[in-house]
């Protein structure tokens, strides 16, 4: 029986009800047309709901710089079409030959019309009365006037509005909405527009996106009223636009005026300067920072240098071969000269030597290599080191930007209580106190975004510096989810997180050991310690092990005589000679005694130093850690604290609306929510922070390890656990 009933309903419906053919005209066929288009849709089908009409949109028309009346004169001869909605930038002066059969609603009106409106004609308008809102103009140093652009607003109306718009010191030109004219002014320009693509060239506006709706309401009422009850069209005055005041940055920076927090807390929405910004995800940026940080490459050029030493000592035990001349001239007046000397002499050589045994050379050659291999050790630390300060910065300002995100929702809660509070002060619910309170958190959460944008600007010029970029590049970054799954030792280590269980010690012990073992600072530090044996070694053989090397020479002598070769008859010029030294100091006056116990002296300190670098490192860990797993419960914790702060304030900013709690009960929970909110993103950013640094301790990085030495890392840790 009850599916015959609602099949007769059906029935009784479909029979009943009357088709409205509707048409509508836009500016262009856009993404901002489809827009007012679903909204207009959507309004109508409710407000016709429970009627005896049914609406279908069957024509959609763009007028894409066409004339309006063209589009009219199309429509008006269509019998089917029975409502025309035009939503285009065009005045009511400009609609002529209306069709008395038909409905026609303009909603996007400013002003009311002078002439008599056909009764067909739904027109709904707002008067603008701008002189609260364009007076902060005033407040921006060195400004003396403002280009206001009105669209939809007929010449009487503009005329209209030019003379009541009067404020003292500050010049108002009215202009109707003009695209080029917007694009090349040189003073602050404030306009009000229905179409949202020339918003982008103002200075400020008011963003009429509510204003749409708001209209589109009234208007598919109206419709709804004329075909219900028969009531004729309307002329509908609805309330200013005043709310949405938004405020191009990029605008400001053009025309050289920029503004002050004064101007700003009369803004709803600041659209920044939107700069073209590349991706960076965090790998590529530790990438490049490892081919081209410059402290980085400073250390690879040591590297090279110290391997030159390395080249040098060795050199010396290679044969040496060297040319060597001595001239002489001798004066015939002198006592020494014998008749028949040659008076100028040349005696000349070439000497070859070989090494055959130098425990001091090889001493230095075994120092020189072990100075190399604490050069590389010292440049894979600062390659370490390099890849934490990179991540971390990555890291700090991925944390500033969620606070950012956070304070100017703060902002906008901030905002949108002020405006309930000047509502309710205004109908007798609210007080002056209120609107005062509120208005002095808005200005400090404006203060404190302008604060968080400046240390996000210092960490980015410091990235950058670290990558050698250019200092003023900016990036999108990766998500804090993103960067998470790259630290292996923040979720392996959180999962087996017990204070004081016998795992929390296997695990601390296991890091320790890895440290240790690892730390690139302690293997150069042990270097420095063999070198330094290696030399007292060196210094005490010196007594016992002499130096022995060969020496082979050939001379010629006498090149140059007053008479030819051999002249003086007594030996030949030419000739060889070679032998074997040997050195071996006995007695140098102390000298080796004492370097010795200076040496001794110096390995000592080098241990003790080597001790307590290690003391050092195990603390570090272990607090490291400690911290780590603090993070971790704090992540947790917060979170819990921030969802529920978060909830209360939606109760509380509901209650404060209707009037049955006071302002200090809202702030209170207002600010609650803020500092839980603040709390959580920091315990979250601090989380990874410790994984970081953990892992820069530890001397390994989950940034540029494979996923083998990864596995291989988490298996021993495995194997720790279980034995």
Do not use: C
């Amino acid at each position: 029986m009850r599916k015959i009933l609602l099949l007769l309903l059906i029935i009784n419906i479909s029979v009943f009800s009357k088709m409205l053919n509707t048409a509508v005209i836009l500016e262009n066929n856009s993404k901002t047309s489809k827009t007012y288009l679903n909204i207009l849709t959507n309004q109508l089908n409710e407000n016709f709901a429970g009627t005896n009409f049914k609406i279908n949109i069957s024509k959609v028309l763009y007028l894409n710089k066409e004339n309006i009346n063209t589009k009219l004169k199309d429509i008006n001869l269509d019998p089917k079409i029975d409502g025309i909605f035009i939503l285009t930038d065009n005045t009511i002066n400009e609609i002529k030959n209306l069709n008395k059969s038909k409905f026609y609603s303009m909603p996007f009106g400013f002003g009311k019309s002078s002439k008599i409106l056909p009764k067909n004609l739904n027109y709904i308008y707002s008067d603008l009365d701008l002189r609260d809102t364009l007076s902060i103009f005033k407040e921006i140093n060195g400004v003396k006037s403002v280009d206001l652009f009105v669209s939809n607003i007929t010449s009487e109306n503009l005329k209209k509005l030019s003379k009541k718009l009067k404020i003292e010191g500050l010049k108002i030109n009215i202009y109707k909405t003009n695209l080029n004219k917007i694009k090349n002014i040189r003073n602050p320009s404030f306009i009000i527009s229905f179409n949202p693509q020339l918003n982008k060239y103002a200075y400020a506006g008011i963003d009429m996106n509510r204003e749409v709706s708001k209209r589109l309401k009234a208007s598919s009422l109206n419709y709804m009223l004329f075909k219900t009850k028969n009531r004729l069209g309307e002329v509908v005055k609805v309330n200013e636009p005043r709310d949405d005041i938004f405020f191009n940055t990029n605008v400001a920076t053009k025309i050289g005026y920029y503004p002050n927090l004064i101007f700003i807390q009369g803004i709803s929405k600041i659209n920044d300067v939107k700069k073209e910004t590349t991706f960076l995800k965090l790998k590529d940026a530790i990438n490049r920072a490892l081919k081209s940080n410059l402290s980085l490459l400073k250390y690879k050029q040591d590297i090279k240098t110290n391997e030159y030493n390395v080249n040098i000592a060795s050199s010396s035990r290679f044969p040496q071969l060297s040319a060597n001349m001595d001239y002489n001239a001798l004066d015939k007046r002198s006592p020494t000269f014998k008749l028949g000397s040659p008076e100028n002499s040349t005696n000349s050589y070439l000497e070859l030597s070989q090494v055959i045994f130098n425990d001091q050379l090889n001493a230095s050659v075994k120092i020189q290599k072990l100075m190399l291999d604490s050069n590389r050790k010292i440049y894979e630390q600062q390659k370490l080191n390099t890849i934490y300060y990179v991540a971390s910065t990555y890291v700090n300002i991925l944390q500033l930007k969620a606070q950012l995100d956070i304070q100017k929702n703060n902002y906008s809660l901030l905002k949108e209580t002020l405006g309930i509070s000047k509502l309710n002060y205004k109908v007798g619910t609210g007080n002056l106190q209120d609107i005062y309170r509120l208005q002095s958190d808005v200005a400090s959460s404006l203060s404190s975004i302008t604060k968080i944008q400046g240390e996000i600007k210092n960490q980015e010029i410091y990235l950058n510096t670290l990558l050698n970029f250019p200092k003023d590049r900016s990036y999108q970054y990766e998500s804090l989810k993103d960067i998470s799954k790259y630290f292996f030792l923040n979720n392996t280590f959180n999962k087996n997180f017990t204070y004081g269980s016998q795992k929390t010690e296997k695990i601390e012990n296991f890091l320790v050991k890895g440290a240790l073992s690892n730390s690139n600072s302690l293997m150069a530090l042990d270097n420095n310690i063999k070198a330094k044996e290696r030399e007292l070694s060196a210094n005490g053989r010196e007594r016992y092990l002499p130096k022995v090397s060969v020496v082979g020479r050939y001379n010629k002598d006498n090149i140059i005589t007053p008479t030819g070769e051999n002249s003086h008859k007594r030996f030949p010029d030419e000739y060889w000679q070679g032998g074997i030294t040997l050195s071996l100091p006995l007695i140098s006056g102390g000298e080796i005694y004492y370097k010795s116990k200076k040496i001794k002296s110096e390995i000592s300190s080098l241990e003790l130093n080597m001790e307590n670098s290690q003391s050092d490192l195990s603390k570090e860990v272990l607090q490291t850690y400690t911290e780590l797993l603090s993070n971790y419960v704090q992540s947790y914790s917060t979170e819990i604290s921030a969802t529920v702060a978060k909830k209360n304030l939606k109760i509380v900013k509901n209650l404060y609306s209707e009037g049955t709690i006071t302002i200090t009960d809202f702030l209170s929970a207002q600010n609650n929510a803020l500092s839980q909110e603040f709390n959580n993103v920091i315990q979250n950013f601090n989380l990874i922070n410790s994984a970081l640094k953990l892992e820069n301790l530890y001397g390994k990085s989950s940034l540029t390890m494979s996923s083998s030495e990864k596995e291989k890392i988490l298996n021993e840790l495995d194997q720790n656990l279980e034995n």
